[in-house]
């Protein structure tokens, strides 16, 4: 009886957890930043403010785990994408794409997020548990990949990998704070073409 009740207590706390934070990227996307406060996201949610920081200590931490749960669907991506039976430069590639259309398909709420976005970065990076090491991690397993295949040679993949991610990520924060001519494609071609060619002429 009483793992019961605890279990519905975690139940109904994750419920709660997440209709703050549904409530705060209805606020961000209908109202920006500037108009972000706890008191909205509490009247929203139906709760009282003092529960929403039960749940997130500030109103930073809470702009933190909205950019969390932005980024989790493209984890979600990416894990797919790494257990298909592609070739494993096309899954690099398919990585850098699906990057670049996430940014796209969010670029309003990741705009109203990015002072916690670029704020937070060193932070991210020190974190070894962060999104930005997953997504590093998940990378690095193709770039092995296709050194086992012959496609490249060995490298340091960890540190490669984090070298894509940061590429990745200046492409993205150039599709969240300008207007980029470029298509998806043809950055995934150009950055492609780069890391796998280099500079130098034939």
Not at 132 to 150: R, T
Not at 182 to 201: A, P
């Amino acid at each position: 009886m009483k793992n019961k009740r605890m279990e519905r207590k975690k139940i109904m706390e994750e419920l709660t957890r997440n209709d703050i934070l549904d409530s705060a990227v209805t606020i961000l996307l209908d109202s920006g930043i500037k108009n972000f406060t706890v008191d909205a996201v509490a009247s929203g949610a139906g709760i009282a403010k003092g529960t929403v920081y039960l749940y997130f200590k500030s109103k930073n931490k809470l702009l933190d785990a909205v950019l969390d749960r932005a980024y989790l669907p493209l984890q979600q991506d990416l894990h797919e994408i790494i257990l298909t039976k592609e070739n494993p430069l096309k899954k690099l590639e398919n990585c850098i794409t699906v990057c670049l259309q996430h940014t796209e398909d969010n670029k309003f709420l990741l705009k109203q997020l990015r002072t916690v976005l670029f704020a937070t970065m060193d932070i991210r990076i020190s974190d070894k548990n962060s999104w930005y090491w997953i997504l590093a991690d998940m990378l690095g397993k193709v770039l092995e990949e296709s050194a086992a295949s012959g496609m490249i040679r060995p490298v340091n993949f960890v540190k490669v990998s984090a070298l894509f991610i940061d590429s990745i990520n200046s492409l993205m924060a150039h599709r969240i704070l300008s207007d980029v001519k470029e298509t998806i494609d043809q950055d995934v071609d150009e950055m492609m073409d780069l890391y796998l060619n280099g500079l130098k002429t034939n």
